[in-house]
């Protein structure tokens, strides 16, 4: 709503239209100054009536923020990591976190602009991790200078997001621009970190015929940084869920320090079989640090909680570790 009534202000679109006209016709045709004065003053109201309105929808928008930075401080303590839901307006987004997390809270409309306030929704995934889920306004192409703001203090918390789940509608003949112009905004925003993980959610499959999927995704690629990987789903039929909850608790281990256990291990040399596994790009396993050492590879690892179970024997203390690596 605020991003409309702004730019119906700044560039009087509509009104215009309503009580501009009136006037122009009028002082061509002699009885003009009363038609004039009247449309000159209904149009002074309107703004008036606008700008009490804007400043309306300025003062909630505040205090989402302020909720929402004290529900990001919450989050944060638990510290849990936030994975926000991006893409293009339609995209699905709402329908994809309301199917994640089963709830039916979040609203899901085929209209412009239904989410100007993120939503989060906690979700556990099956393998125990709980992530928090962020719904984000939908981006749109060439957004007037005026709107740019409004949208980006929706999207301030994108900033602090640990993974962005890049929802696409690959139904829309337009998907390509949708996508170029979605990573050009997220580029745009003050302090984004470009590396910042992006999963490509390529949405709606349903909509499409056997194999089509496939052949739009190749022609969708686009070579960006953060971008580490692609799941398709359809959010409405429920298809490609638990593709998706794989990669993002691969890309949290793999990509942030959300693979929940950092471990100081020395293996030694006798357990090559073990340190091989390691190595071989485990998804489990994130090396950060490896020495060899006279007694074993002493290494610093980031490991899911399974891998962390496993590598318990291995694990030796903060003053060993320092020890070890200055012998
Ligand atoms: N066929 C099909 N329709 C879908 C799918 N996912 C979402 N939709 C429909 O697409 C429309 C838009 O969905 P939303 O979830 O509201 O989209 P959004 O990305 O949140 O949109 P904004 O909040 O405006 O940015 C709705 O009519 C959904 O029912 C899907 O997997 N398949
Ligand atoms: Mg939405």
């Known amino acids: 709503m605020l991003p409309r009534l702004r730019y119906y202000l700044t560039t009087g679109a509509g009104m215009e239209a309503q009580g501009g006209s009136v006037g122009a016709g009028g002082s061509a045709s002699g009885g003009g100054a009363y038609l004039k004065g009247k449309g000159e003053t209904q149009l002074q109201m309107d703004r008036t009536l606008l700008k009490k309105r804007i400043s309306a929808c300025m003062k909630q928008l505040e205090e989402v923020r302020k909720v929402r930075a004290r529900q990001r401080d919450r989050h944060n303590s638990l510290g849990l ?30 209209r412009l602009f239904e989410t100007l306030d993120p939503t989060r929704r906690s979700v556990t995934w099956p393998g125990g991790r709980t992530v928090m889920l962020a719904d984000t306004v939908g981006f749109i192409q060439r957004l007037p200078e005026q709107l740019v703001a409004g949208f980006r203090a929706t999207l301030e918390e994108v900033v602090e997001t640990d993974l962005i789940l890049h929802v696409v509608d690959v139904s829309s003949p337009t998907a390509a621009q949708q996508i170029a112009s979605v990573l050009k905004t997220l580029k745009r925003l003050p302090h984004f970190k470009p590396s910042t993980p992006q999963i490509m959610v390529y949405n709606k499959i349903d909509k499409l015929e056997g194999g089509k999927a496939e052949e739009l995704e190749q022609s969708l690629s686009y070579p960006h940084p953060g ?48 340190y091989s596994q390691m190595k071989s790009g485990d998804q489990q396993v994130k090396i950060n640090f490896e020495e060899p050492t006279s007694d074993g590879y002493l290494m610093e690892v980031t490991a899911s909680p399974t891998a962390a179970r496993m590598l318990k024997d291995f694990e030796v203390s903060e003053e060993d570790f320092e020890l070890i690596s200055s012998m």
């Open 81 to 110: 990591p936030i994975v926000s839901l991006v893409g293009y307006t339609n995209a699905g987004k709402s329908t994809l976190m309301n199917a994640l997390a089963q709830n039916t809270e979040v609203k899901a409309k085929d």
């Open 227 to 274: 971008i580490i990987g692609h799941v398709q789903v359809s959010a409405l039929q429920g298809i490609g869920f638990t593709a998706l909850a794989e990669a993002i608790e691969d890309t949290l281990i793999k990509h942030t320090d959300f693979g929940a256990n950092r471990l100081k291990l020395l293996i030694p040399y006798a357990d090559s079989a073990l």
